[in-house]
């Protein structure tokens, strides 16, 4: 049978040009995979950044690309054994901005049903990368305080709703005043925005302690702040640079405060987690998404037809929520 | 009775005023504590920063400093069963630009007989820094590859000693090119110039592998070379700062390379390393420096009448070793 994808062709900044929807032969669903009839897939800043030719890793083009997605299982091949047709999954391996896919059965995450297709089809990259971050780095306590920039992004939304689950209090920065008191309703301890000098006035925004783990989505100046309201010895995980600016660490942090600066990437954390373990931490995530404790803003859901529309709204600097993709539309 | 000591009465760049000779006051030892006569002291980059004032921790004003040297036990206080007069030993204290101080047991290192008090007034600082940076950061195998900049300092050379002892290779970094036979000739594997791109040359330089720990006493762009020649997930230790700048690392290197940086100040891990294994680290360095595998070139020892000429010659840029103060000429 034929299914429609969006196909990369070429990395640049002409997404127009080297992003294009065409019709694609699908084979019939092979020993133990599944076939999946996809119900959404966002736009990840990941995305971007595979479409410029700048990220982490590229695959061959032409390929198929979008890294998330939820969709139904509409057929099974040989020996599939837990997965049945109408069962609710999120693949992880790539190429989800299509109207089928197959994936192995060993590479999807099972969803509970009466989940929210749209909310599950963010629940492969932003959660676990929140929850391992609040988890691998510091041994943290209830009611430690974790300090974080692009607290509005989806991974910082994540962030303050899992460490809210975890009992962990969150410091977050924010580069526009009209976020705080989203983020105040979303569960945040305190929001402040980028110009609050945290050397300064953290200890105050947290009680009189000192943050034990800061996360950095941005780089820069802003990571810097992050580091300065952290007690010795805590870290400073990186796991974005949406800012393009290098970290720049003043060496009396590093040598006197004892402070270490790691980086997280899902990708290796997907490789080094043993699976049962991973399979653990996915399904309480996907409890929390079914249960409506960890949600994400949708600002807007574009056809598949519409890719280029809808990357032109995810590039954007100012949006209310994440861009999606619905492939059945 | 009276000692004389250099004592530090303001921080300041002015060190004719500011650091005096002076006769003090020594009670007879007291409860568990040794009178030693001080027969070496070296001046460390770490006393200068002391001096001025930029050091992480400063001791209340007016205070003898120096926070190294190597003396004879000339009488024991109540209590002191392992020491006796004539033994050698290292006080950890500080202190020790004078001519005699007290300290107590628990504060020394003991130091094996025959031992040379030049080289022993070296070893409470450089080599338990250099062991501990090459065994506490990485599960390092012989034959791996360490790299370090600063490979002519005191820390440098001890790494290069300490690595050999350890059957670890060094890839060293130093300013000036004639110092490279000098370092060879210390059991140094490689020794290349700053201008050299570790980036590019790295590989071919240690064997087609990859450094597994790189030790950074510079920071800014030297630094980030040494990051440039690590394997993934690799850690660089940054101890000093002898370049003044802060470390400026792309995201990249933190993210999808997955390094780490991290810090090591040996106050520090004198306070948290059990006192059980740091005597055995200590027995181990002391007995290499009695054998002459672990050896510091001096370049000039001062009476310490002379202090301030040996601040002048510590603070010059190119020197062929240590400064060293010998309070008993």
């Given at each position: 049978?034929?299914?429609?994808?969006?196909?990369?062709?070429?990395?640049?900044?002409?997404?127009?040009?080297?992003?294009?929807?065409?019709?694609?032969?699908l084979p019939p669903p092979g020993m133990n995979e599944v076939r999946i009839?996809?119900?959404?897939?966002?736009?990840?800043?990941?995305?971007?950044?595979?479409?410029?030719?700048?990220?982490?890793?590229?695959?061959?083009?032409?390929?198929?690309?979008?890294?998330?997605?939820?969709g139904?299982v509409?057929a099974t091949g040989a020996g599939v054994t837990a997965l049945?047709?109408?069962d609710?999954v999120a693949p992880t391996t790539g190429g989800t901005?299509?109207?089928?896919l197959n994936a192995a059965e060993t590479d999807v995450i099972p969803?509970?049903?009466?989940?929210?297709?749209?909310?599950?089809?963010?629940?492969a990259?932003?959660?676990?990368?929140?929850?391992?971050?609040?988890?691998?780095?510091?041994?943290?306590?209830?009611?430690?305080?974790?300090?974080?920039?692009?607290?509005?992004?989806?991974?910082?939304?994540?962030?303050?709703?899992?460490?809210?689950?975890?009992?962990?209090?969150?410091?977050?920065?924010?580069?526009?005043?009209?976020?705080?008191?989203?983020?105040?309703?979303?569960?945040?301890?305190?929001?402040?925005?980028?110009?609050?000098?945290?050397?300064?006035?953290?200890?105050?925004?947290?009680?009189?302690?000192?943050?034990?783990?800061?996360?950095?989505?941005?780089?820069?100046?802003?990571?810097?702040?992050?580091?300065?309201?952290?007690?010795?010895?805590?870290?400073?995980?990186?796991?974005?640079?949406?800012?393009?600016?290098?970290?720049?660490?003043?060496?009396?942090?590093?040598?006197?405060?004892?402070?270490?600066?790691?980086?997280?990437?899902?990708?290796?954390?997907l490789?080094?987690?043993?699976a049962?373990?991973?399979q653990?931490?996915?399904?309480?995530?996907?409890?929390?998404?079914?249960?409506?404790?960890?949600?994400?803003?949708?600002?807007?859901?574009?056809?598949?037809?519409?890719?280029?529309?809808?990357?032109?709204?995810?590039?954007?600097?100012?949006?209310?929520?994440?861009?999606?993709?619905?492939?059945?539309?």
């Amino acid at each position: 049978m034929t299914m429609k994808a969006a196909r990369l062709h070429a990395h640049g900044a002409d997404f127009a040009e080297i992003l294009r929807i065409e019709p694609l032969d699908l084979p019939p669903p092979g020993m133990n995979e599944v076939r999946i009839e996809m119900l959404a897939a966002p736009v990840n800043p990941a995305d971007l950044n595979v479409i410029a030719g700048t990220y982490g890793r590229l695959p061959a083009l032409p390929a198929v690309i979008g890294n998330e997605g939820a969709g139904r299982v509409i057929a099974t091949g040989a020996g599939v054994t837990a997965l049945h047709p109408g069962d609710l999954v999120a693949p992880t391996t790539g190429g989800t901005w299509c109207t089928q896919l197959n994936a192995a059965e060993t590479d999807v995450i099972p969803l509970p049903a009466g989940i929210d297709p749209q909310q599950a089809s963010m629940i492969a990259v932003n959660p676990p990368t929140a929850y391992a971050m609040l988890h691998d780095y510091a041994a943290l306590e209830p009611g430690d305080w974790v300090v974080q920039n692009a607290a509005n992004s989806g991974v910082g939304r994540c962030v303050i709703q899992i460490a809210k689950r975890l009992r962990l209090r969150t410091l977050n920065v924010v580069r526009r005043a009209e976020l705080v008191d989203e983020l105040l309703a979303l569960g945040a301890d305190r929001v402040v925005t980028e110009e609050v000098d945290l050397r300064k006035e953290g200890p105050s925004l947290t009680d009189g302690s000192r943050a034990k783990l800061a996360l950095n989505g941005v780089g820069g100046a802003s990571a810097l702040n992050l580091a300065n309201a952290l007690a010795d010895n805590a870290p400073l995980v990186t796991y974005g640079a949406m800012g393009r600016q290098p970290l720049k660490i003043p060496n009396g942090l590093i040598i006197f405060r004892g402070l270490s600066f790691l980086g997280f990437w899902l990708r290796k954390w997907l490789v080094e987690k043993p699976a049962v373990e991973r399979q653990r931490i996915m399904a309480l995530l996907a409890e929390m998404v079914r249960d409506g404790s960890l949600r994400v803003p949708v600002h807007r859901v574009f056809p598949l037809s519409d890719i280029h529309a809808a990357f032109r709204e995810a590039q954007a600097e100012s949006r209310g929520g994440k861009i999606l993709i619905d492939p059945a539309a």
